[in-house]
């Protein structure tokens, strides 16, 4: 009963649900066929016609121009010179008109005669390929007289139905003016309309009849001869300038050709003509009815056997197991618990069955556990009331944790305001400055606060960045090869500007004996390094900062002291100097800023290099802090300096070098211009010329016919990026290095790269160590120390290359609001992207910067904050161009 009454419920449900909406889907499938052909016919007539005119339309154009620069002829105005200067009883002699006649006969094979005539109408000059043909009267003399207009074209027909094409120009005298124009006379060439008579021809149907009418209804042309000559009655010639107003096709049958229902298409040629395509009606539209009875016999189809292979489907899928489940179901509610149904499909209702008998498994377990419960029940009551207890004193010292870094939270956040309010108010109202004419110190003086001061906010950010990386243990480091002489003298050149600004002494101190190199992540131990030396300068206002350097453990640890003799700390307050959010106190934040982060970050990285940061201090007498980090040398050869003098050795030698110029094929990867031109100046101070390919596609057919040395490889190209173009390199046996230009730098990306095939990356904007260091390794340039980059810069190839691309930021500027106006992200992110890169390498940085926000914006699909990102490029861009 039950299965006779879910069939027939699922009969009445699934058949309806199921015609009604393919009968709908198949009315407008059926609609829709029609219109579509309809339309595919009319668009197809409709290039036809004016393709056609086109084609006429260049034609005449061409023989006016023809015609007027003929009329300009200086042959032609000395001999209407010479005409209107004649005596009663000299004759002037046209020979070199006729001669410049005949060469544009020559020259042009459908001009049949070339004629002058003056005002009145009288022939002074004619020339014709015909040699028995002569000047005649025209039939439009009274037209050209009556009008203005220095230039006409007229068709006329002869009695044997052939129409000839007719090109009128005026001369006037050469020095006439506009008040009092004096008319010389009327040059007419005379044309045999080849390409009118070919076009006429061309039908894009089988018994299609194309026609071109004058204004009074006159057949001029016809696809049909026996046509030729024919005047159209006032409706039909009425309805065919009605069809061409409205440009598209009309039903109308033209009783004057024939008694057959066409489809009429027509076009306003110049002069005031009509070119008319028609068709026979059953042919235009013969294709469609194809279409459209194959959609009916789909649609009807489907309406029959859809609904009964769904309810088989259902059947077989859904009925058979839901019976079988509610028999076992009765089963077990008479006691059966030994039932188990069988587990044949993995799906949904395979899952159902396990599920079901996972339950009936419980149920037996569950029986045999109430009996023990029943036994051990006052026992198992007083161990879950113990436990609550122990659970609520958890609870609440976790509510009391919450609560304290609710308040550090809070303090942090007013310290983050504070931080970073000011800087920007400093940005915001020194940049205000700059919008106002003033003088260019000035402009420099505010320049140098906002440089500073967005420094110091890149800073905050990248404090807060570093310890949501640490706290998630997602900070990455790398072990390299650095000189701890060039790691110290790159601390000092930072560090002592600032002690001089507080008039304090920094001094460095070497114990020796010293590893030359270590391997480390040069720049967190110089972040380290910096913020340590920093924080010791700003809580110190008179007196010196030391920082020494030591060895320990047989050059294995590298040991760094930091002594100053600022205001020192208390016990209490060292005990959480290394806390995140904290400070001394509240009043060290209002003195001397930050955040609290500094300490903490330091001390985290320290740890991640393989050594720790440890403190000792005295209030008011000063702070001592010692930073160790491993050395990572235990398996590589160490060079030990052993005194001052091995130091001093090591300094840069300061003799001038002269540079080797090296012979190396170099490929240059890379799809904007402007980029290639930077790169193109930056290569050639070692005398490199490289190729440049636009995309990865062009990249690897050159390098497959080139034996390149060394490839530059832009990652993200059109037609080919630079990754497939480099892994389809690989795969062909290419073993040169591949070096990665992108401005994409997070660790995953490079390593994409590298699993590629590439040997290294350089990142955009391209630093000038980085691509000399790649050119040594690869190349084995000689390095020359006396060539600076900044002389590059200043040159005046860098500085058009620079205003090049700034010319090109109005064009970047209309793009961008196009693609964001359009939606169109993946365009708008691509296009993001190549600005990130390229106006990084121009000294754009904060387009570049805003560039690479928009792209991760979008990449993210952040859509709250891309309203803002997209204004805040707009801005960047806007500004550079009021520079100016």
């Not at 490199?688 to 993200?716: C, R, S, T, W």
Request: hydrophobic fraction near 40%; include cysteine; charge should be negative.
């Amino acid at each position: 009963m039950i299965k006779s009454k879910l069939s027939i419920k699922l009969l009445w449900y699934v058949t309806p649900l199921v015609i009604v909406p393919l009968l709908f889907l198949g009315g407008f499938a059926l609609s829709n066929v029609t219109q579509f052909t309809e339309r595919q016919a009319e668009l197809s007539v409709s290039r036809f016609v004016e393709q056609q005119q086109q084609k006429i339309f260049n034609y005449t154009e061409s023989f006016h121009a023809t015609t007027e620069l003929l009329s300009n002829s200086p042959v032609l105005f000395e001999f209407l010179d010479d005409y209107e200067n004649k005596t009663s009883n000299k004759v002037v002699n046209p020979g070199s008109l006729l001669d410049v006649f005949v060469s544009y006969t020559d020259a042009y094979p459908d001009i049949l005669s070339i004629d002058l005539i003056t005002p009145d109408g009288k022939s002074i000059a004619f020339y014709s390929s015909d040699l028995f043909a002569t000047s005649d009267s025209y039939h439009f003399t009274d037209n050209l007289k009556n009008s203005s207009i220095r230039r006409q074209q007229f068709m006329f027909q002869n009695d044997q139905g052939a129409t000839s094409l007719y090109f009128a120009q005026q001369i006037f005298k050469a020095d006439y003016h506009l008040e009092s124009p004096k008319l010389l006379a009327y040059l007419i060439v005379h044309l045999d309309p080849s390409v009118l008579n070919t076009s006429i021809l061309e039908t894009p149907f089988e018994n299609t009849l194309n026609i071109v009418l004058n204004e009074e209804g006159k057949i001029l042309f016809s696809s049909d001869f026996s046509k030729l000559g024919r005047f159209l009655t006032e409706f039909e010639y009425k309805s065919i300038i009605t069809a061409a107003e409205q440009a598209h096709l009309i039903e109308l049958q033209l009783n004057t050709l024939d008694d057959e229902e066409r489809m009429i298409y027509a076009n306003q040629m110049n002069g005031g003509a009509y070119y008319v395509s028609s068709i026979p009606k059953n042919i235009l539209y013969e294709s469609g009815k194809a279409i459209t009875l194959f959609t009916a016999l789909v649609v009807f189809a489907s309406v029959i056997f859809l609904p009964i292979l769904i309810f088989i489907v259902v059947r077989s899928l859904l009925l058979t197991p839901l019976e079988m489940l509610a028999e076992a179901s009765h089963r077990v509610g008479d006691g059966d618990l030994k039932i188990l149904l069988p587990i044949e499909r993995e799906d949904e209702m395979g899952s159902l069955f396990q599920d079901f008998n996972h339950m009936v498994s419980q149920i037996r377990h569950y029986q045999g556990q109430l009996e023990d419960y029943k036994e051990h029940l006052e026992e198992k009551v007083s161990a879950r009331t113990h436990e609550l207890a122990k659970m609520n004193h958890q609870l609440e010292k976790a509510m009391n944790q919450a609560e304290q870094a609710s308040q550090l939270k809070s303090r942090f956040l007013a310290n983050m305001s504070h931080e970073i309010r000011t800087p920007l108010t400093a940005i915001m109202g020194f940049t205000e400055q700059m919008l106002t004419k003033e003088p260019d110190d000035k402009k420099a003086q505010h320049l140098n606060t906002v440089l500073r001061n967005s420094r110091h906010l890149l800073e905050l950010i990248n404090n807060i960045l570093d310890l949501s990386k640490i706290e998630a243990e997602k900070l990455e480091v790398e072990q390299k090869p650095l000189e701890i002489n060039q790691l110290i003298d790159d601390i000092t050149s930072v560090v002592e500007v600032l002690a001089q600004d507080k008039q304090l002494e920094f001094n460095i101190h070497y114990h020796y004996p010293l590893p030359r190199t270590i391997n480390s992540d040069v720049t967190r131990l110089k972040q380290v390094l910096l913020n340590v030396c920093t924080n010791a300068v700003k809580f110190t206002s008179e007196g010196s900062v030391t920082l020494s350097i030591n060895a320990q453990q047989d050059l294995r640890l590298i040991e760094f002291k930091v002594q100053d003799t600022g205001i020192g700390m208390s016990t209490q307050e060292l005990s959480r100097i290394f806390k995140p959010f904290e400070q001394a106190d509240s009043s060290t934040t209002r003195k001397f800023g930050g955040t609290g982060l500094g300490l903490c970050i330091s001390k985290n990285l320290a740890q991640i290099l393989g050594g720790d940061v440890e403190v000792s201090s005295e209030l008011t007498k000063g702070s001592c802090f010692t930073i160790t980090v491993a050395a990572h040398n235990e398996h590589i050869p160490v060079e030990v300096i052993k005194s001052a003098a091995d130091l001093a050795q090591l300094k840069p030698s300061q003799t001038p070098f002269k540079a080797t110029h090296y012979q190396a094929h170099i490929l240059v990867a890379e799809d904007n211009l402007d980029n290639q031109e930077l790169i193109r100046l930056l290569l050639e101070q070692w005398g490199l010329e490289p190729h440049f390919a636009n995309n990865g596609a062009q990249a690897v057919e050159l390098a497959l016919k080139n034996d390149y040395d060394l490839i530059l490889m832009d990652m993200q190209m059109p037609v080919m990026g630079g990754l497939e173009a480099t892994k389809m390199l690989r795969n062909t046996a290419y073993d040169g290095p591949i070096i990665a230009l992108t401005a994409n730098v997070m660790k995953n990306d490079i390593d994409t790269y590298l699993a590629a095939g590439c040997d290294e990356s350089l990142a955009k904007p391209i630093d000038k160590q980085e691509l000399e260091n790649t050119l040594e390794k690869y190349l084995s340039l000689q390095h020359d120390s006396t060539k600076k980059w900044e002389e590059v810069l200043k040159s005046d190839q860098f500085k058009q290359i620079s205003a090049n691309y700034k010319a090109k930021m109005p064009q970047l500027h209309q793009e961008l609001t196009e693609l964001y106006s359009a939606k169109d992200w993946e365009q708008l992110v691509a296009l993001a992207h190549s600005i990130k890169g390229s106006a990084g390498c121009f000294g754009f940085t904060h387009i570049s910067e805003a560039a690479s926000e928009l792209e991760s914006c979008l990449k993210n699909k952040n859509q709250d904050s891309l309203d803002y990102q997209f204004l805040k490029l707009e801005k960047s861009i806007t500004y550079v161009l009021q520079m100016d």
